[in-house]
């Protein structure tokens, strides 16, 4: 009888898809820290879903070309993507995520508006004052108004 040949992933980031290793009939080796595998097509199937698991999701990739095109990613990341390009399909996703942390803390500084983006005071106080005029009579507003005998005559002084 001949030994068949086993596949083996040693690989740190399986624990991000443990179960995907076990699904694809992985059988954790704790002798040699590796998954193994009977068939070629079960090993292939579980490389599939550990880069699936540890690439950026798309939200995640959005996010980041976002950052990367709205001027964020140059004071968040310590060197500017337009000059050293950075391809946000094969990084990791500890690194995405390093990325994203340093670009919302980042946009935390600047209030919550991107750095390129520089509103002139005249309209922000026209934004905040038509905010306050919409906060300010609301139908709620209206109705309470109307449904007390005060308000229901004034309510109807006012047609």
Same mark, same amino acid.
């Given at each position: ?9 040693? /690989? ?16 954790w080796n704790a ?9 070629? /097509? /079960? ?5 599939? #879903?550990?880069?699936? %698991? ?13 950052m990367i095109a ?9 060197? #500017? ?5 950075? #391809? ?7 690194? %995405? ?31 905040e004052a038509a ?7 609301? %139908? ?20």
């Amino acid at each position: 009888m001949t030994m068949g040949q086993l596949y083996t992933i040693q /690989d740190r980031r399986t624990v991000y898809c443990h179960r995907a290793m076990r699904a694809n009939s992985g059988v954790w080796n704790a002798a040699t820290n590796a998954w193994m595998f009977r068939t070629a /097509d /079960d090993a292939a199937n579980a490389l599939a #879903d550990l880069f699936r %698991a540890t690439r950026p999701s798309i939200p995640m990739r959005e996010t980041l070309l976002e950052m990367i095109a709205d001027g964020t990613a140059a004071a968040a990341w310590g060197f #500017d993507p337009a000059i050293e390009p950075v #391809d946000v399909d094969t990084l990791d996703r500890d690194v %995405a995520q390093r990325y994203l942390s340093a670009g919302y803390a980042v946009r935390r500084i600047f209030i919550g508006s991107h750095p390129l983006e520089d509103r002139p005071r005249e309209r922000i106080a026209e934004q905040e004052a038509a905010q306050d005029e919409a906060l300010r009579h609301t %139908a709620f507003d209206e109705r309470a108004r109307a449904s007390t005998s005060r308000g229901k005559r004034r309510a109807s002084e006012l047609r």
